[in-house]
């Protein structure tokens, strides 16, 4: 298992349904469904790979973040990438 794996297991048993990661998206009318959705390189290639032609050169923003890796991956095509995360989850890696 990889170490990225192993951080991703880590903030799910221990962040996710939390009564504090809760009260902090009450607090900020931030509520998530708490799911990361590219997790790995090969999914974040997947999507540069779809959208190359559409971001080439250009400046991104991605809303929902996660934990960066697509932004990563944006920023090297992209000319400037903007990545915005609201889960407490997800910016704490």
């Known amino acids: ?4 794996s192993h951080m991703l297991d880590y903030m799910y048993e221990n962040m996710d349904g939390r009564e504090c990661v809760e009260d902090y998206h009450d607090r900020h009318g931030t509520q998530t469904a708490g799911i990361l959705t590219v997790y790995d390189d090969e999914r974040a290639g997947l999507i540069i790979d779809r959208l190359y032609d559409r971001i080439a050169g250009k400046v991104v923003v991605e809303i929902g973040g996660g934990i960066g890796l697509l932004a990563c991956h944006l920023a090297g095509v992209a000319k400037r990438v903007f990545c915005i995360e609201c889960d407490l989850m997800w910016m704490s890696c």
């Open 1 to 4: 298992m990889s170490e990225l």
